[in-house]
């Protein structure tokens, strides 16, 4: 098949997955609560299942829970080409994040379908779990695992706020699967994605076309002063961890904005004990996330840090202890794949720029293992990981658009 300039996705069609989909935890404010592994989580699920049986895939879950729909290749023992995202939410989520990648890639499949494509490769859409992170930490635990970054074991044993494990909570919604995490070859990745930032739109682009995952590094860090009386300590004489937590945001703040543009930084929570409104502050956790594309540059951003918290405490006469909880390099994605994502962009003459992702995505662990690649749509005034986060149907559509472009390039057209 030449002439692929009818080859589209039904647009109307995604939209309304989208917004069925957007039931099945959804907020008063229009938003989604649709946290892993939830009983909503277990909803969303089973109806993906069942959109994916009627478009005649063979559904498997591995031991993680990740869920492969799989759309069978003329040969069907070559590696598959795995499009997908997540579908689990942050509390206070929208409908798009994450949600946008797993049904965009079913739209590719239903599409191909239609237009009665056969592909030589295999196709499969996936469903990674616990992406966000919002109830187990670390975020990408599931995809973590099937790149060999994590062990299964490791990711059985995170628990949430209630204490409940990961491992056990796969197996009370009925979605710890009997099939082998990874250890199996892919022929590629693609991830359609929301942009999460204001990029695309402020500067009038249909499509993002992602070279890279920033690089990220997560520390929690404890201070120890003294708490004591609000109205009978001198000023002079306190030790205020608050105070000194205070400092090291300012720090946090400034180290980010010397490495702007793409350096970003930010202290996210910040919880002081003993929390009493006449108590000088004796201790505060806190927790600090660098990006930056360049490792070195991050490296820099990390002796900076280093540095700073050990000069503030100095001089406060206060303590602290700080501990890298979180790290993973930059990630480049496969030039071949990228330029996949490229073509397809133009040969539907979609505006186009290349973008560095600041979020973190499964893509990135994919990238590990496979040749992998992303596809960004803009997203109203970059709100995301909020309940007003919003997109346009026409830039769901021309992010399917270009997904199965560039799926079709990987998995060949079958003649």
């Not at 990745?189 to 690089?215: K, S």
Request: negative net charge; glycine residues 10%; hydrophobic residues 40%.
């Amino acid at each position: 098949m030449s002439d692929l300039s009818n080859v589209r996705v039904n647009g109307a069609r995604l939209w309304d997955s989208l917004m069925e989909m957007a039931k099945i935890g959804g907020t008063p404010k229009g938003g989604c609560k649709r946290l892993t592994l939830t009983d909503v989580d277990k909803q969303g699920r089973e109806l993906f299942r069942t959109w994916c049986e009627a478009a005649g895939c063979t559904v498997t879950v591995d031991e993680m829970g990740n869920m492969f729909a799989r759309r069978a290749g003329e040969d069907d023992s070559l590696p598959p080409v795995i499009l997908g995202s997540h579908l689990d939410t942050q509390p206070t989520g929208g409908k798009f994040d994450g949600v946008l990648g797993v049904l965009g890639a079913l739209e590719v499949v239903r599409s191909l379908n239609d237009l009665k494509i056969k592909t030589r490769y295999p196709i499969e859409v996936a469903n990674w779990t616990n992406e966000e992170g919002s109830r187990y930490a670390p975020a990408m635990v599931s995809s973590g695992v099937f790149a060999g970054v994590y062990t299964k074991e490791f990711a059985y044993s995170r628990v949430d706020q209630e204490g409940k494990s990961l491992g056990d909570e796969l197996a009370r919604i009925g979605f710890k699967g009997d099939e082998p995490v990874g250890g199996r070859p892919v022929h590629a990745y693609f991830e359609l994605h929301i942009e999460q930032g204001p990029i695309l739109e402020a500067e009038g682009y249909d499509v993002g076309i992602v070279t890279h995952g920033q690089g990220q590094r997560w520390y929690e860090i404890r201070l120890t002063g003294f708490e004591s009386h609000a109205g009978s300590t001198p000023m002079p004489r306190r030790k205020d961890a608050l105070l000194g937590a205070a400092r090291i945001v300012e720090l946090v703040n400034k180290i980010g904005l010397s490495k702007a543009p793409l350096g970003v930084s930010t202290v996210g929570m910040l919880n002081p004990y003993p929390y009493s409104r006449n108590v000088i502050p004796g201790e505060v956790f806190m927790t600090v996330d660098f990006r930056h594309p360049i490792d070195a540059t991050l490296s820099e951003m990390d002796a900076a840090l280093k540095a700073g918290v050990v000069d503030i405490t100095r001089a406060m006469g206060i303590t602290y202890d700080l501990t890298q909880v979180f790290y993973y390099e930059p990630v480049p994605f496969d030039p071949a794949c990228v330029e996949a994502v490229r073509r397809g962009a133009e040969r539907f003459g979609y505006s186009h720029r290349d973008i560095v992702s600041g979020a973190g995505h499964d893509a990135c662990y994919m990238a590990r293992i496979t040749p992998t690649s992303m596809i960004f749509t803009p997203c109203v005034d970059g709100v995301s990981h909020n309940e007003s986060e919003d997109i346009k149907q026409e830039w769901s559509t021309a992010g399917a658009n270009v997904l199965m472009h560039a799926a079709l390039e990987k998995a060949e057209i079958a003649s």
